[in-house]
């Protein structure tokens, strides 16, 4: 009577180590994936600044190139 109990106690035990050991390899792989994830959000807002400090380079320039037509065309005063 006393071995029947025992036997299911481990494999129930051997059921919950299996289900752990699958658990480890999922929180491994979810650790990975998010590490990746991190790269790339990085490298995303690395991209977006170096596009915003273009487009501000390139609007500045717009902006002295708007100024000077106006200037021509004498629809502003000069800056002092």
Known sequence: ???APE???LIHLRRLDERM???ALDVQE???RMTSVK????NL???QASHSAILSARL???ETRLDRIGRRLDLVEPAR
């Not at 790269?39 to 990085?42: G, M, P, S, Y």
Request: net charge neutral; hydrophobic share 35%; glycine share 0%.
């Open 1 to 3: 009577m006393s071995e």
């Open 7 to 9: 036997n299911l106690t």
């Open 21 to 23: 050991d699958r658990m």
């Open 30 to 32: 979810l650790k990975t």
């Open 39 to 42: 790269q790339q959000t990085a």
């Open 45 to 47: 807002a690395a991209t």
């Open 60 to 62: 500045d320039r717009v």
